[in-house]
Each structure stands twice: as structure tokens, then as C-alpha cells.
């Protein structure tokens, strides 16, 4: 099991659910989201030493989901709808 945290649109603190890495990781990424997932890499941390990602809603912006300003912040881009932050060897 992986410890993913979701920051929700609107929300204050992101909250911790696991994601079965023996399952179909993919299916349960998407359903936190609620669509098909992007990757977006954290702001200011060079992608040679970052050991996260955020994943998002591809399709966010054109379901018109609110937006995000805790996962923008971490992003250093505007993010709309629920965000996840994980490791990224889950999405191996």
C-alpha cells in the first residue's frame, strides 16, 4: 500500500488515503481525481531530485472544476479540482 494526500479544491489541508500498489493503480488515481490523471512536477525542485508528483485531472480546466490554490502553490501553476501528491515510484 502507498500513502497518497489529497488536496481538495477549497479545502485548508490536504487528507492521507492508500492506494493498493497490487491493484490497478491507474483506475484508483483516476477515481480520487475524478477523470483521466496528469503528472505535474512540484515548482522549484530540480525533476533529477524530485521523489514526488502531483497528479491531477487532465481534463480539469474543461469541466470548469474550481480552482486549487494549495496544490497551485506546490505546482507553480494554476491546478483546478482535487490533487494528488505521491511518490513517484507509484506510478511506475
Do not use: M
Given at each position: 500500500m502507498a500513502q497518497?494526500?489529497?488536496?481538495?479544491?477549497?479545502?485548508?489541508?490536504?487528507?492521507?488515503?492508500e492506494v493498493d500498489e497490487e491493484?490497478?493503480?491507474?483506475?484508483?488515481l483516476q477515481g480520487l481525481v475524478g477523470?483521466?490523471?496528469?503528472?505535474?512536477?512540484?515548482?522549484?525542485?530540480?525533476?533529477?531530485m524530485n521523489k514526488v508528483v502531483l497528479v491531477v485531472d487532465e481534463e480539469g480546466v474543461?469541466?470548469?472544476l474550481p480552482f486549487n490554490a494549495l496544490a497551485a502553490d506546490m505546482a507553480g501553476q494554476p491546478i483546478?479540482?482535487?490533487?494528488l501528491?505521491?511518490?513517484v515510484?507509484?506510478?511506475?
Open positions: 497518497v494526500s489529497v488536496v481538495e479544491a477549497g479545502k485548508f489541508a490536504p487528507y492521507t488515503v491493484g490497478d493503480v491507474l483506475a484508483q477523470g483521466h490523471i496528469e503528472v505535474v512536477q512540484p515548482h522549484g525542485i530540480p525533476r533529477i474543461l469541466k470548469d483546478v479540482g482535487t490533487a501528491v505521491l511518490n515510484g507509484v506510478l511506475k
